[in-house]
């Protein structure tokens, strides 16, 4: 009868035996070399704390597989963003405002930008699961190796802090 889940050992020796391919495949993704090493890094992380749910080799690596193109995507998406114009520059305001309102709104999206980079990463990272790239709980769940409530309710606290911090700033 086989054990469910991956102990220490077990899990150590299967992440060095994924680990170059994870590696080869993210830097087919990723511009750097350091930047491929966080992203299978990242993985394994990620791997490391759902390691009691995984079956089996076969299962390991495959969700390896998963994780590691996801993080690549959400670092490359991450990169893109930081390579555009402040989020305060993009928006338009329309010329019947007043200066005095473009200067609050300016205000307002230097605060929120402020209160964003604050947060606790696992709150960023699940706010720009569902609010950025669209994914939907039963996909961030999957992805994060938790249940759909589980991701409701860190959904719900992130929310919740970043407006308790934007009223607070």
Known sequence: MTMLGFGKSRFERES?????HLLSYALTLLPTSDDAEDAVQETLLKLWGVRHRIADEPHFRNLAHCIVRQVCVNMLRSMAVRQTEPLSDELEIPSTDTPLLRL???ELMVRAQSVW??????????????ETEG???EEIAQLLGTTNGNVRTRLSRARKEMLTRLGES
């Open 16 to 20: 060095r035996r994924v680990r170059p």
């Open 104 to 106: 609050e709104h300016r």
């Open 117 to 130: 980079q604050a947060l606790p990463q696992q709150h960023r990272i699940i706010l720009h699961m569902k």
């Open 135 to 137: 994914l939907s709980l």
